[in-house]
């Protein structure tokens, strides 16, 4: 019996020490695995904060783009009202932020760079390029005046008309429209030019200063200026010339046999002619009764009035005073058709009427 008491004796305490090793073994499980949850809920916590964070540096910039793009709506309507407009925009307060734009003219776009400020720092630079487009250089006729025709004879004319005033008698053979001002059509305006910038930008291949007269051939010159009053005379055959800028009276005289005298601008860029002629100021083009036919291929614009005989044109032509057109030899058609102002001829932008504009390309800066 003493033997039995001693054996219950050992297993009581074999038993104890067991329960106190397995409550040892969870206390520490428990301890560790709290500290696991410890560890993860930090990580949780600092992981929410960094995103809370990163999520408010998004809607920052995000409102920052939406400045900025604010900026470029404020500057494209300040270009339809005054396409000649450069100013740009200063700081303007806007919503919770601000913005300013700078505006950079170019050959037939311009290039607005507007900056977005968010109230708390953050800053979004976008810049895009609106091509300046202008209806007037979808007619093939177009006067700031009045539009009159009298071609007895010939091809039938094609194309659209446009003139502001109540057009003169259309004596011709014609395909196309009449616009005008004065019944209810658009109000357009004769588009802008700069004659600075072909000189610098294009330069002029041989100059003249005074009163001249020209005859021959001119095709090895890109461009002809002259400054001043200058008659082209095709007694004893045709004249030839790429493009053609006078600062003065353009008179064409005299008939030949030998051929049309002709004016073949050359490109520009790849997808850009020069002007064929350009008539500076608000002087006159004139050819006599009787002239023979002189064929133009590409855009001629006159700063005044036009009187015409015997023209053979396949693009557009535009004058700010009247135009005329006589002849029982002449041959108009609207071709290229100059639909996207990047076609235009260089330097060419809407004036105060009749503007519109085409988003050529954006890009995030920063």
């Not at 095709?234 to 353009?250: A, D, E, M």
């Not at 500076?280 to 083009?285: C, D, E, F, S």
């Not at 071709?335 to 996207?340: A, H, K």
Request: proline fraction near 4%.
């Amino acid at each position: 019996g003493h033997d039995a008491a001693l054996f219950l004796l050992a297993m009581s305490r074999v038993r104890r020490r067991l329960l106190e090793r397995r409550r040892a073994f969870i206390l520490a499980m428990a301890l560790v695995f709290t500290a696991i949850l410890l560890t993860v809920g930090v990580t949780l916590l600092q992981v929410a904060a960094s995103s809370t964070a990163a999520g408010g540096l998004a809607t920052d910039a995000d409102v920052s783009s939406d400045l900025a793009r604010s900026g470029l709506a404020d500057a494209e309507y300040q270009l339809l009202l005054d396409p000649q407009w450069a100013a740009g925009i200063a700081t303007k307060a806007y919503g919770s932020g601000s913005y300013s734009v700078v505006a950079t003219a170019c050959a037939n776009s311009v290039l607005l760079t507007a900056t977005g400020r968010q109230a708390g720092g953050t800053t979004r630079i976008v810049r895009r390029e609106a091509g300046l487009g202008t209806k007037a250089l979808r007619y093939l006729l177009f006067s700031e005046a009045r539009v009159s025709v009298n071609i007895t004879a010939g091809r039938p004319m094609v194309g659209c008309l446009y003139s502001r005033a109540a057009p003169g008698a259309i004596v011709a053979s014609f395909t196309g429209s009449i616009d005008s001002f004065a019944s209810g059509g658009p109000d357009l305006r004769m588009p802008i030019f700069d004659p600075l910038q072909y000189q610098v930008l294009v330069g002029f291949d041989e100059t003249f200063t005074g009163a001249t007269t020209l005859t021959g051939d001119h095709r090895s010159k890109r461009v002809t200026y002259v400054n001043g009053n200058c008659t082209l005379r095709q007694t004893g055959g045709p004249f030839h010339f790429n493009t053609l800028i006078v600062n003065g009276n353009l008179t064409i005289n005299g008939s030949t046999a030998l051929g049309n005298s002709t004016f073949t601008p050359l490109a520009y860029d790849a997808t850009r002619d020069l002007p064929a002629i350009l008539v500076l100021g608000y002087h006159t083009l004139t050819t006599a009764a009787g002239t023979s036919p002189v064929s133009v291929t590409g855009v001629v614009a006159v700063g005044g009035a036009v009187t015409f005989n015997n023209l053979v044109l396949r693009g557009n032509l535009l004058a700010l005073g009247n135009l005329t057109l006589t002849g029982n030899r002449s041959d108009l058609a609207q071709n290229r058709l100059l639909l996207d102002p990047m076609t235009y001829p260089p330097f060419f932008r809407a004036g105060a009427a009749g503007g519109y504009l085409v988003p050529l390309h954006e890009q995030v800066l920063r």
